[in-house]
């Protein structure tokens, strides 16, 4: 019989799995909405406004799921796991409280705006609330990985009577993991959204779209991710190095490390065997996990032998780790692969529409095997160092949590697939017709235009 410890945490892995997946996209698109409407009203091209008007609407759909499913998060902090509120509910509930005073009202106001806005507004006003809308999400994503880091980093607090009181927000905010996990998960949400647009965009005009428009944000999309992807492999070793300091077992689980070494192998694959505390059938480089890590070939790396009481479970971490550096490694070629194209021919090849369109979602897969890699490894501890995850959680019977549990992955499943038909849809309904307004501000004719399929814009 399952206990309501493990129901819950398979729960909460589910909820937060779902929900990070459209807060992931918002972040990036929303500055990639500013960017669109800037250039148009620059340029006065009406191509950056039909790229504006087809990302919106994908922008709308991924806000209103993310607001939806975040819902069901903070419910669950009082259903499930009623000890974290109690025991740092001081901390905790003022930095979810500044996530909405700042960011969610800030989003809230200016989104009817921006989607609606596009001829009853000047234009100036309308950009403004785009660049409003972006710099909500990206609040929003600020006082969350607040929370999140102080969770693994916890710092500025003292304990009375078993609950934690702040004493210094400045520490509590801008914790040791703060900076980094902050700029890893913004760097993330950028390669999920470049990979997503110019996925759709393959997808468009691989089945025969000759407009401009989709070629425009192919172009876009790749060549920012050709940037992109080396500077997450940068930002996301200076995170390492950061979690080695504050959470060596973390880094010993990555690693495959059982037990402390000097001159620690690199382990590119293997089968982790936590009874022998041994790697079954390892393939490894010598002593490249501690020249990565310590920057020395002989260094010395903690194994998870050290950490009896107090280290994650291996097997998860070690092959989320892999495959969240594997799908990186993967965007950085696909990327360096098709923008050299691009650059030299202005076209890519049938294999190349096919490799983008399958990895549309690839960020996704990569975003979400990386919070595993950092929300199990700070197991068994809810608050590192401080609030173990079975203290906080709730009295509830196990068979109340698994039938939620059940209509929670039921419910999302219908979601997820919803979704992507309908990300598809809109597609396929812009390379048959496409609709932009020619009463937007600054154009001269006030009427609308519709497009048939081949016609150049």
């Known amino acids: 019989m399952l206990d309501t410890l493990l129901l819950s945490r398979i729960q909460f892995a589910a909820n937060i799995s779902f929900h990070i997946l459209f807060p992931t996209i918002t972040i990036a698109l929303g500055w990639l909405l500013v960017y669109f409407k800037i250039r148009f009203d620059l340029s006065q091209h009406p191509v950056w406004m039909r790229a504006y008007r087809f990302w919106v609407k994908v922008f709308a759909l991924t806000f209103a799921l993310g607001v939806v499913s975040g819902i069901t998060m903070s419910f669950q902090f009082g259903t499930n796991w009623p000890g974290f509120m109690e025991t740092v509910g001081n901390i905790a509930g003022p930095l979810l409280a500044y996530e909405i005073l700042t960011a969610f009202f800030l989003e809230a106001t200016m989104l009817g705006i921006m989607l609606f806005g596009f001829n009853k507004v000047p234009r100036w006003l309308h950009t403004l609330a785009t660049l409003l809308v972006a710099i909500g999400t990206t609040l929003s994503a600020f006082w969350i990985l607040v929370l999140n880091s102080w969770m693994q980093t916890p710092v500025g607090f003292e304990m009375r009577d078993g ?9 509590i905010i801008f914790n040791p993991s703060f900076p980094y996990r902050f700029s890893h998960m913004l760097l993330a949400s950028a390669l999920t959204v470049c990979f997503l647009v110019a996925g759709i965009s393959a997808y468009r005009l691989s089945r025969g779209d000759n407009k401009k428009a989709p070629r425009l944000t192919l172009k876009t999309a790749l060549f920012s991710a050709a940037i992109l992807a080396p500077t997450q492999a940068f930002v996301g070793d200076l995170h390492g190095l950061n979690t080695l300091e504050h959470q060596p077992q973390k880094i010993a689980a990555m690693e495959g490390i059982w037990h402390t070494e000097q001159g620690a192998p690199l382990v590119l694959f293997a089968i982790p065997d936590a009874q022998t505390q041994t790697n079954r059938f390892a393939i490894e ?16 790396l903690q194994g998870i032998s050290d950490f009896p009481d107090a280290h994650p479970p291996v097997a998860p971490i070690f092959y989320s780790f892999r495959v969240m550096v594997g799908i990186g490694i993967l965007m950085l070629i696909t990327a360096w692969w098709c923008s050299i194209r691009l650059y030299r021919t202005g076209e890519l090849s049938k294999l190349q529409y096919k490799v983008l369109i399958g990895m549309s979602f690839s960020g996704w897969i990569a975003t979400l095997a990386g919070w595993y890699v950092t929300e199990i490894g700070r197991q068994p501890y809810l608050i590192y160092g401080v609030l173990k995850t079975r203290d906080a959680v709730t009295t509830v019977a196990s068979e109340q949590v ?40 600054g154009l001269p004719e006030q009427k609308t235009q519709l497009v048939a399929v081949g016609e150049e814009k």
Request: charged content about 15%; proline content about 3%.
């Open 402 to 441: 698994a039938l939620t549990l059940i209509m929670y992955l039921v419910l999302y499943v219908v979601l997820l697939v919803a979704y992507i038909k309908t990300l598809f849809w809109l597609a396929k309904r812009a390379i048959e017709v496409e609709e932009y307004d020619l009463s937007l501000p």
């Open 285 to 300: 480089i010598p002593k490249l996990a501690s020249l990565i890590l310590t920057h020395d070939l002989n260094g010395e």
């Open 163 to 171: 609950i934690a009181h702040a004493t210094d927000w400045l520490a």
